[in-house]
């Protein structure tokens, strides 16, 4: 069975540091990956997803996310957040060919000043 | 296009009542689900439909009924409330293509039951 790991459950940043979620996934063949956020109060909103080819994909709102399949893992970056960047981050794996994606238990992202 | 909506945005039951859930797409979406979510579990599937007319069972489905009686359309209902089932529920859907597995959600129901 599918599953996926967010090991944080809260990170603080300060305002225009850099970031990084981390979510490892385990299932056995090539999986689609993908990043979610949803702000307070909201549904979610997909960031990026993760399907075949490059290794290193790019998503909205300047965020990144690099598969690396040796480490099962799926972690998302971004190279200086800004406060509206405060949101619970959800990574979520589909199988190929199955509609049904199994999402990670959330990383909450506080911005300090 | 609205994408996925939810109706309502706010209910508070008492323990026994019942209620459905309505959740509606204009994209022409196969899939729908319902998910609940709740504080440090992440979002759980409760139900699923690939078409109309066809519902499947999630993760946690025990007191929950679906339907799909319009392929824009995705009933949840609970037919006797529990406070255990006090949680923000989320309906989502994507369509059948290949490499279009995204899933698109709606807004939330924040449901309460006392």
């Known amino acids: 069975a599918q599953s996926v790991t967010q090991p944080d459950i809260h990170i603080t940043v300060s305002e225009g540091a850099s970031l990084e979620l981390r979510c490892n996934y385990s299932y056995g063949a090539t999986p689609y990956l993908f990043w979610y956020v949803q702000s307070p109060g909201q549904g979610l909103q997909l960031l990026l997803k993760?399907?075949?080819?490059?290794?290193l994909v790019q998503g909205i709102k300047g965020f990144e996310a690099e598969f690396k399949r040796s480490q099962s893992s799926f972690n998302l970056r971004k190279p200086s957040v800004h406060w509206s960047d405060a949101a619970e981050y959800f990574c979520?794996?589909?199988?190929?060919?199955?509609?049904?994606?199994?999402f990670g238990t959330g990383t909450r992202l506080t911005i300090i000043p | 296009n609205a994408g996925v909506t939810q109706t309502p945005k706010f209910r508070v039951l008492k323990t026994g009542q019942s209620m459905t859930l309505l959740c509606a797409q204009d994209?022409?979406?196969?899939?729908m689900y319902w998910y609940r979510q709740d504080p440090g579990m992440g979002l759980r599937l409760i139900h699923y439909?690939?078409?109309?007319?066809?519902?499947a069972k999630g993760e946690v489905p025990d007191g929950y009924n679906v339907s799909r009686l319009k392929k824009q359309n995705f009933l949840l209902g609970l037919e006797s409330a529990a406070p255990s089932q006090t949680s923000v529920y989320f309906c989502a859907s994507n369509s059948r293509g290949v490499g279009q597995y995204e899933q698109y959600f709606g807004p939330g129901t924040r449901l309460t039951v006392t």
């Open positions: 994209m022409n979406h196969e899939y």
């Open positions: 979520a794996v589909g199988p190929f060919g199955n509609e049904k994606l199994t």
């Open positions: 993760y399907f075949s080819g490059d290794t």
């Open positions: 439909s690939v078409g109309e007319g066809t519902t």
